[in-house]
């Protein structure tokens, strides 16, 4: 019978799980699958916690159906009719610059302009970054090969004031990182592709969506008499729906928490797991889902090369803080699903979601839930140096200077991701060859989770199932 270790409770090694168990039944084999989590719940970033009548989201608060494998996995715990769709007749995205909040204009998809007249007709860009954007189509081609910057590659096709003001706020709120290091093969490789293959990112992008199939916009189809599909996705009570599935899909008794991993080891043919107890077990497989940092520190007994690529990956700290008020003290409107502020703006907190507008069940009907988001590539430091009420302040601060909001909140939470994101820098993909390479060194030995190919829930769910299928094929 063959037996597999993974290390981490979070998304991807919940998934990897729940793949392993699924696999060995689909194929009547005899797997044995123990899942370690250091901490004292299983979810990983995932968090969500019920305060009073407040449904709370620590960390992601939806995911994209497109990527389906979140969805695939959701459907396989028998979470579907449990999927909640955002609340679309509210949605849009504003920029907050120039001392006021800018819509971003329709056609935009992330940075690339598709449509002439909402561009034209938005005061976010002036006339001379508007030209310019639309110049994108006559720039050359790169001729270099290799990697560059998320920030010279959209200042080279799309000009500097896009970048500033369209491209990392909005890639800011995604990877919580610094475009000027940030790598676009890594991170974009999509708009790389279009470049070669189109010569033009807008030419790129019209064809693709006149390509596309309707039905992949927001993901798969859903099943008959299920809820329809969204460009974000949740859960009705909340994200945490997805983890404690996986903890019930694969059973309490293969789960252990509060179970703090050492060191890995090869022993021949199979591998050894040591707790910081003291305790050994012993696998034929070993799974670390956990951040690329930790796992470094598990395995440079055996591979100090392979750790020093992992400990290489750098890392942002990031906060959220939600707030709620009572809806009769809200006098300003609040309009789409939130708002993001460009790092030039040089604002204390770099986005904010409007929860209870964007999805239902979050709070009760009589009050508005807001979160906003501190760090990660802008002033980062507050996280670490503010405790939590000068933290709330302000961010209280900035929605009154933003929104005109004055009122005081009825309800406050703050939640922090001490080096909680991976930054995918420049030669990003390179160091991955070199730790593919060295991994491969090592049969029985898998790395999955954000550290490494994708930050999304839907790629740490991806990734999960591709080792769990090398490990159901060995």
């Not at 715990?77 to 849009?92: I, Y």
């Not at 790129?204 to 969506?209: D, N, P, V, Y």
């Not at 029985?444 to 790629?459: A, E, W």
Request: hydrophobic share 40%.
């Amino acid at each position: 019978m063959s037996k597999v270790i993974v290390i981490g409770g979070g998304i991807a090694g919940l998934a990897a799980a729940v793949h392993l168990k699924a696999g060995a039944k689909a194929h009547g084999k005899t797997m044995d699958v123990l899942l370690l989590e250091k901490n004292q719940r299983i979810g990983g970033k995932i968090l969500t916690e019920r305060i009073g009548d407040y449904l709370v989201e620590a960390g992601p608060d939806s995911f994209l159906p497109e990527k389906v494998w979140t969805v695939n996995l959701a459907r396989k715990l028998g979470l579907e009719s449990e999927m909640l769709p955002s609340n679309d007749e509210f949605k849009g995205t504003f920029i907050y610059s120039g001392r006021r909040l800018h819509s971003l204009p329709e056609g935009v998809m992330l940075m690339v302009p598709t449509s002439f007249w909402p561009m034209a007709k938005s005061h976010l860009i002036s006339w001379p970054g508007k030209l310019r954007m639309g110049m994108e189509v006559f720039m050359p081609r790169r001729k270099q090969q290799g990697d560059e910057s998320l920030a010279s590659f959209v200042t080279r096709r799309l000009g500097r004031e896009c970048l500033d003001k369209i491209a990392e706020p909005l890639v800011a709120g995604i990877h919580t990182s610094n475009p000027d290091n940030m790598s676009v093969l890594a991170t974009f490789p999509r708009f790389v592709q279009m470049e070669q293959k189109s010569g033009s990112l807008i030419r790129g992008m019209l064809a693709a969506l006149k390509n596309r199939p309707q039905a992949t916009l927001s993901g798969p189809p859903p099943r008959p008499g299920q809820p329809a599909m969204t460009y974000f996705m949740s859960f009705k009570h909340g994200m945490d729906s997805l983890p404690k599935a996986c903890e019930a899909f694969i059973g309490k008794n293969s789960i252990r928490i509060g179970a703090s991993v050492r060191a890995v080891e090869p022993r021949g043919k199979e591998w050894s797991v040591f707790l910081t107890t003291g305790e050994e077990l012993r696998a034929d497989h070993v799974v670390l889902g956990t951040a690329a940092y930790d796992s470094a520190n598990m395995i440079k007994g055996f591979n100090a090369n392979l750790a020093t690529q992992m400990n290489a990956i750098q890392w942002s700290s990031s906060g959220t803080v939600t707030v709620a008020f009572k809806r009769e003290d809200v006098k300003v409107p609040l309009r789409g699903f939130g708002f993001i502020v460009p790092k030039v703006e040089n604002r204390r907190i770099n986005a904010s979601t409007y929860s209870s507008i964007k999805w239902s069940y979050r709070a009760p009907d009589d009050t508005i839930m807001l979160r906003a988001f501190v760090g990660g590539g802008h002033h980062e430091e507050l996280v670490h140096e503010l405790d939590d009420a000068a933290l709330t302040t302000a961010v209280l601060e900035e929605m009154d200077t933003i929104l005109g909001l004055k009122a005081a909140p009825a309800f406050a939470k703050v939640y922090r991701w001490f080096k909680g994101m991976p930054k995918f820098t420049v030669g990003h993909l390179d160091r991955m060859t070199v730790i593919d390479r060295r991994v491969a060194m090592h049969p029985g030995l898998h790395l999955i989770g954000c550290s490494y190919k994708g930050i999304g829930i839907g790629d740490c769910v991806h990734e999960a199932e591709i080792a769990a299928e090398k490990i159901l094929k060995a």
